[in-house]
């Protein structure tokens, strides 16, 4: 995806905060195109609704094939057409792009994407895509040939170079039975990034720096690994991975390449990032170290299990009638950040790991930390308290990271979005 810009947390309120009022929220036009994937923008535009946009929904004639008039308007509260000769006498093919202050199109299809990379306005939704003069959001979704074709990555590479943010499509099941490239990103995804290019507009508007990491190469693990046993059965951890597709969602937004190497995480993917699914922490340590030497930043985010078993069973471990256990030996995981650290392929790379702690008797959460810095070998340490069940699964995190000068930064309690967002601002202080 193209740049679009810092995140800051602590900055000013501005749209997409919370405590801003509903009324204060940005006008969005949604433009919809004929694909099979404008159901799911129905999602997409109630998401935007509830947090208090006013927005304008502005499908193509195809996409009324697809999803009527009537549920658009329904679900907008405003006037729905295609046609720029409806309502004339309002001019809505110039007033309806003037007033937007963000126009997200989704599903961007192969021709939608054309017309629009060509200047062409022959309806209501490329008229106004000419006249807006505001961030401009495209989410991807058409069949994998279409979306590969000369044509098509030509007509996207148009787009980004005039500073249009192009979502590339997800992975996964098709309209058909086949499945590639080709579907449209998770409306939630798209939300979030719709609302941190209105971030970053609030933080261009105030002088502060964007898309600060556009030309870096990000490489972030997330997730828990799982060590089988037997073919059903498996040592896990509660790790839910919200912190690591935090902290890739926001790379992506600041302009980064981002690899996500994910571990059993039920997350849906984060829009515009790669993501490798793993399962074993064997598995997690071949992803990364095969892909270290590339990434300009590595922030192990997982928890990657210590142990596993010396033997996995071919078939499922039976009860007996005896009431006898199996005895199951553990052999130790491979440690990645350790290897990764202490076997840089580059001396500008940046690496960051965390740190889940309890403390314990004779030593404090910060005093562990400290000391696992130092024997990882990493350049940042995110230290967690994670003592009675805190972080794990939560929106939000609180933390303190740590440096090799000796510096602590405390990060009171906030999203994980905002915590990967400091991340980045110190990842970004080693390159800048
Ligand atoms: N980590 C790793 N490989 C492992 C275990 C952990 O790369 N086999 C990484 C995690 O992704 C995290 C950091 O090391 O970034 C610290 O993880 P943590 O579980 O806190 O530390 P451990 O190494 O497991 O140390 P201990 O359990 O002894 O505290």
């Given amino acids: 995806m193209s740049a679009t810009g810092d995140q800051t947390p602590g ?10 009022p509903a009324k204060a929220r940005p006008n969005v036009v949604l433009g919809v195109g004929g694909g099979i994937a404008a159901y799911k923008v129905c999602d997409l535009l109630r998401r935007l609704t509830e947090s208090g946009h006013s927005v304008r929904v502005v499908p193509t004639a195809a996409a009324l094939e697809f999803v009527g008039a009537a549920t658009w308007a329904a679900l907008s509260g405003q006037p729905v057409t295609a046609d720029p ?3 004339v006498q309002e001019v809505p093919h110039v007033r309806i792009g003037k007033a937007a202050e963000l126009v997200v199109v ?3 299809t192969a021709n939608l994407i054309a017309k629009a990379a060509h200047g062409l306005a022959d309806d209501l939704l490329t008229n106004t895509l000419l006249t807006a003069r505001c961030p401009i959001l495209f989410a991807a979704a058409m069949h994998t040939e279409m979306w590969e074709h000369p044509a098509t990555q030509a007509n996207v590479a148009t ?8 979502l590339d499509p997800a992975v996964g099941r098709l309209t ?3 499945t590639g490239r080709g579907r449209l990103p998770e409306p939630s995804e798209i939300f979030a990034i719709s609302q941190l290019m209105l971030a970053d507009e609030a933080a261009r508007a105030a002088g502060q720096s964007v898309a600060d990491l556009t030309g870096k190469h990000v490489l972030i693990s997330a997730g828990g690994t799982r060590e089988h046993l037997d073919p059903v059965r498996y040592l896990g951890n509660s790790s839910s991975g ?3 597709y935090a902290l890739a969602r926001i790379a992506a937004a600041r302009g980064a390449k981002v690899t996500l190497v994910a571990a059993n995480s039920e997350l849906p993917d984060p829009a515009g990032v790669q993501v490798v699914p793993v399962t074993s922490t064997r598995d997690l340590y071949d992803e990364i170290t095969g892909r270290a030497g590339d990434a300009d930043a590595i922030v192990m985010a997982a928890a990657p299990a210590d142990f596993r078993p010396v033997d996995v069973a071919e ?3 039976k009860k007996t009638s005896d009431g006898s256990v199996p005895a199951v030996s553990l052999v130790q995981n491979p440690d990645i950040l350790q290897t990764i650290s202490h076997d840089r392929r580059r001396a500008d790379q940046v690496i960051v790991g ?10 404090d959460v910060l005093e562990l930390g400290r000391a696992k810095l130092e024997r990882k070998g990493c350049d940042l340490l995110v230290v967690n308290d994670v003592s009675g069940g805190k972080v794990f699964g939560s929106d939000n995190n609180e933390a303190v990271i740590l440096d090799r000068e000796g510096n602590a930064l405390p990060v009171p309690s906030g999203s994980k979005d905002a915590l990967a967002g400091v991340i980045w601002n110190l990842v970004a202080t080693h390159w800048h």
Avoid: C, M, W, Y
């Avoid at 787009?159 to 192009?166: D, F």
């Avoid at 965390?354 to 030593?363: M, N, Q, V």
């Fill in 242 to 244: 919200k912190q690591g």
């Fill in 354 to 363: 965390f740190a889940a702690e309890t403390g314990d008797a004779e030593h």
């Fill in 159 to 166: 787009l980004r170079s005039r500073g249009i943010t192009v």
């Fill in 315 to 317: 078939h499922k471990i």
């Fill in 11 to 20: 900055a000013t309120h501005g749209p997409g905060d919370p405590d801003v």
């Fill in 106 to 108: 989704a599903p961007a």
């Fill in 85 to 87: 000769f409806d309502n």
């Fill in 176 to 178: 058909g039975a086949d």
